[in-house]
């Protein structure tokens, strides 16, 4: 998900689609998602052939695998490791670190109250420093923050510590105050929230999630199986890792605004039902169908 920003909002620009309907998403993004969703279950390490086998149903083929894991292996979220002769790639301490930290973001995404407060973050950079003031911006768009006015930043109250850590881990802290805020006047905070945010472009890119994964959670209730799971193999992994690759960006550039102060209906209520059921329905069968690919 592309998110470029404005002095006045932060924006969001939908991801295209595949002329099937699917959004279309990167093949390093769903590799990220993998080692995020199951790799850590299989103790952190898988054989590239493994891997190339599993990521064949989501549609990534081998050339695609082997770029993309070379990549992270520059950005130093995976190590090459042999295995009983078996070259394969393992998560580096630095990728726990960072999956760990997404998984709080992603799967405990939280929805703020109007009475929790928020977090303003006003900066300051030296214009012979414009590298730095890019890098903070970019931080604090990846966390959701939105802009009330030059220099000054604000999201929910729940993202002060994590935008502490995450400004401190850059280096950023000495140019940048952190203050807790309640909304005290004047005007309506609906049209503030409205001004801070691009509400429509939130809208969209749920929208765009319902149109591509409510389906396919409707046509996996409807398909059944024993006891009502779904069973295990290369459909349910497929579709549950391109639902948590479409999914994990959004937590980030949503940052869980107060629903009294957005759109009714609000589509990320709907998205985020959908998407945890799917998570819920095809989590298991998933990952037995990698746990048998990679002892076959």
Do not use: C, N
């Amino acid at each position: 998900m592309d998110v470029t920003e404005s002095s006045e909002q932060t924006h969001v620009s939908p991801e295209g689609g595949d002329g099937d309907g699917r959004v279309s998403r990167r093949p390093r993004s769903l590799i990220v998602s993998f080692f995020g969703t199951y790799a850590r279950d299989l103790g952190g390490w898988i054989g590239v052939a493994d891997l190339i086998a599993l990521m064949a149903g989501p549609g990534v083929d081998a050339p695609s695998v082997r770029s993309a894991v070379s990549r992270l292996k520059r950005r130093g979220l995976l190590v090459s490791e042999r295995i009983g002769g078996v070259a394969g790639y393992r998560l580096s301490e630095e990728g726990h670190r960072v999956l760990a930290e997404g998984d709080q973001r992603i799967f405990g995404h939280r929805v703020a109250r109007t009475d929790d407060g928020w977090v303003l973050v006003v900066f300051s950079v030296p214009e012979s420093q414009r590298d730095r003031r890019h890098a903070l911006r970019t931080a604090l768009t990846r966390l959701g923050f939105g802009t009330t006015a030059a220099g000054v930043w604000i999201a929910p109250a729940h993202l002060t510590d994590q935008a502490r850590r995450v400004l401190r881990g850059l280096g950023l802290e000495g140019y940048v105050d952190l203050f807790h805020a309640d909304h005290l006047g004047f005007g309506d905070p609906t049209e503030a929230v409205a001004r801070w945010w691009d509400l429509p472009a939130l809208q969209e890119m749920y929208r765009r999630f319902l149109t591509e994964h409510e389906p396919v959670l409707e046509a996996w209730r409807r398909r059944g199986g024993r006891a009502g799971t779904p069973e295990p193999g290369p459909a349910a992994f497929a579709d549950h890792l391109r639902a948590v690759d479409a999914w994990r960006r959004m937590p980030y550039l949503d940052p869980g605004l107060p629903p009294e102060l957005l759109p009714d209906p609000w589509a990320g209520s709907r998205a985020a039902r959908v998407f945890f059921d799917l998570h819920t329905l095809l989590r298991a069968p998933a990952l037995e169908h990698v746990r048998a690919t990679v002892r076959g």
